[in-house]
């Protein structure tokens, strides 16, 4: 009676196991073909992006400090080769019939693609302050920019970073509220400054905004 009560258990097993196999195996080839293919594509966006030369062409437009020794060319490359694989994976779980753990991690891959638009939006929230700020300095020789740049700088930056949290779920409302109050307080102060004894850096940045307007 004892070899009965188990060898039955070890038979439900093998048998579950083997209604699974084919779902694992057409699983598997979906994500090794979605694999190449986000390799292929990833490395395709990568080499336009060497050929346009987009490192060089940030550098020039003042983003040299922003992007440091990052090769964006590589980081964007990986984020659609991502952003391709994961469309994959998420296919991939249709053949995969484990229930309630096949629902969350359906739940939680839906969610990755908001993860890397997040992630997109920094990059590019942190690149367009950099140029603002380096577009608005009275001399491109000097180091420091104007302070009223740079406090634009952080505003888009900080704007940026809020959008892509609300991308990933997260409620920004205080934050947002809070920081306004602060930059209220910095605005009042530096048009204090400008009214006072920075009269001369007033008509800088005048006169700065007006080119760039023309």
Same mark, same amino acid.
């Given at each position: 009676?004892?070899?009965?009560?188990?060898?039955?258990?070890?038979?439900? @097993?093998?048998?579950?196991?083997?209604?699974? /196999?084919?779902?694992?195996?057409?699983?598997?080839?979906?994500?090794?073909?979605?694999?190449?293919?986000?390799?292929?594509?990833?490395?395709?966006?990568?080499?336009?992006?060497?050929?346009?030369?987009?490192?060089?062409? @940030?550098?020039?437009?003042?983003?040299?400090?922003?992007?440091?020794?990052?090769?964006?060319?590589?980081?964007?490359?990986? /984020?659609?080769?991502?952003?391709?694989?994961?469309?994959?994976?998420?296919?991939? #779980?249709?053949?995969?019939? &484990?229930?309630?753990?096949?629902?969350?991690?359906?739940?939680?891959?839906?969610?990755?693609?908001?993860? #890397?638009?997040?992630?997109?939006?920094?990059?590019?929230?942190?690149? &367009?302050?950099?140029?603002?700020?380096?577009?608005?300095?009275?001399?491109?020789?000097?180091?420091?920019?104007?302070?009223?740049?740079?406090?634009?700088?952080?505003?888009?930056?900080?704007?940026?970073?809020?959008?892509?949290?609300?991308?990933?779920?997260?409620?920004?409302?205080? #934050?947002?509220?809070?920081?306004?109050?602060?930059?209220?307080?910095?605005?009042?102060?530096?048009?204090?400054?400008?009214?006072?004894?920075?009269?001369? @850096?007033?008509?800088?940045?005048?006169?700065?905004?007006?080119?760039?307007?023309?």
């Amino acid at each position: 009676m004892v070899f009965p009560d188990v060898i039955s258990p070890i038979e439900s @097993l093998w048998t579950g196991f083997m209604n699974l /196999l084919p779902g694992l195996v057409a699983a598997l080839v979906v994500l090794i073909i979605g694999y190449l293919i986000a390799r292929l594509i990833g490395k395709i966006v990568q080499l336009i992006l060497y050929k346009s030369k987009v490192n060089d062409k @940030l550098a020039e437009a003042g983003l040299g400090r922003a992007i440091g020794s990052t090769d964006v060319a590589s980081v964007i490359g990986m /984020l659609v080769r991502w952003y391709i694989l994961i469309i994959f994976l998420h296919a991939s #779980l249709d053949f995969v019939r &484990l229930g309630a753990l096949s629902t969350l991690l359906g739940r939680i891959i839906s969610w990755l693609p908001n993860l #890397l638009i997040a992630v997109i939006v920094m990059l590019s929230g942190v690149l &367009l302050g950099h140029y603002v700020a380096h577009a608005l300095k009275p001399n491109s020789k000097k180091k420091d920019p104007l302070l009223v740049a740079e406090v634009l700088k952080w505003v888009i930056i900080f704007l940026t970073v809020m959008v892509a949290l609300q991308q990933v779920g997260i409620n920004v409302s205080i #934050l947002v509220g809070t920081f306004f109050i602060v930059l209220s307080g910095i605005m009042l102060a530096i048009a204090i400054a400008l009214g006072t004894g920075g009269k001369e @850096l007033g008509r800088k940045f005048v006169k700065k905004i007006e080119k760039l307007m023309k």
